[in-house]
T-cell receptor, first 111, second 115 residues
Framework: SQQGEEDPQALSIQEGENATMNCSYKTSINNLQWYRQNSGRGLVHLILIRSNEREKHSGRLRVTLDTSKKSSSLLITASRAADTASYFCATGNTGRRALTFGSGTRLQVQP | DGGITQSPKYLFRKEGQNVTLSCEQNLNHDAMYWYRQDPGQGLRLIYYSQIVNDFQKGDIAEGYSVSREKKESFPLTVTSAQKNPTAFYLC??????????????FGSGTRLTVV
């Protein structure tokens, strides 16, 4: 089952612009996490936000969580060509001690 | 350096053959996971384990088997019962606990192709 659905499926921007990706989910969660995947590689953990948090920052990343709307957004500011990758949200809950991943957003940053 | 190692990187399987994918971690993580990724898709959970000698089925466990005899190792066997095994397989590990699941560390993946 795919709990999280990212939007948009693909995004193309110019270097220096901001990129925003959204994630919606269906059930109650303990936390929501964002990962990055470069083509053909494993995923890299970016940030974790707990269900009682509304916003979190890490470097150029800003994540928001709205549990009433069951949605989250990932903002990458001042994007770089090296940010080109697929980005996935993943949700965790106490009922199953494993993450459920969304379908991902493919981000292309043009130099 | 601590990390998680998957091998082999590429694997070719003949019809009707069982193959085993290796996953080893030296991060002292209790929890380990196997996911399958098809082209352009997200990750789907195959099996996961929170502790040695215990594991649970994920969403697509049919045609797969696992063992967890050691904390460091979580091998995945793709059996002949798995009719469409061609995919990218990802292993991950994390701390375990009541407020989890915690952030995963992923291996670099094994690309399995049926020939």
């Amino acid at each position: 089952s795919q709990q999280g659905e990212e939007d948009p499926q693909a995004l193309s921007i110019q270097e220096g612009e901001n990129a925003t990706m959204n994630c919606s989910y269906k059930t109650s969660i303990n936390n929501l996490q964002w990962y990055r995947q470069n083509s053909g590689r494993g995923l890299v953990h970016l940030i974790l936000i707990r269900s009682n948090e509304r916003e979190k920052h890490s470097g150029r990343l800003r994540v928001t969580l709205d549990t009433s709307k069951k949605s989250s957004s990932l903002l990458i500011t001042a994007s770089r060509a090296a940010d080109t990758a697929s980005y996935f949200c993943a949700t965790g809950n106490t009922g199953r001690r494993a993450l459920t991943f969304g379908s991902g957003t493919r981000l292309q940053v043009q130099p | 350096d601590g990390g998680i190692t998957q091998s082999p990187k590429y694997l070719f399987r003949k019809e009707g053959q069982n193959v085993t994918l290796s996953c080893e971690q030296n991060l002292n993580h209790d929890a380990m996971y196997w996911y399958r990724q098809d082209p352009g898709q997200g990750l789907r959970l195959i099996y996961y384990s929170q502790i040695v000698n215990d594991f649970q089925k994920g969403d697509i466990a049919e045609g797969y088997s696992v063992s967890r005899e050691k904390k460091e190792s979580f091998p995945l066997t793709v059996t002949s019962a798995q009719k469409n095994p061609t995919a990218f397989y990802l292993c991950a590990s994390s701390r375990a606990g009541d407020r989890g699941p915690y952030g995963y560390t992923f291996g670099s993946g094994t690309r399995l192709t049926v020939v």
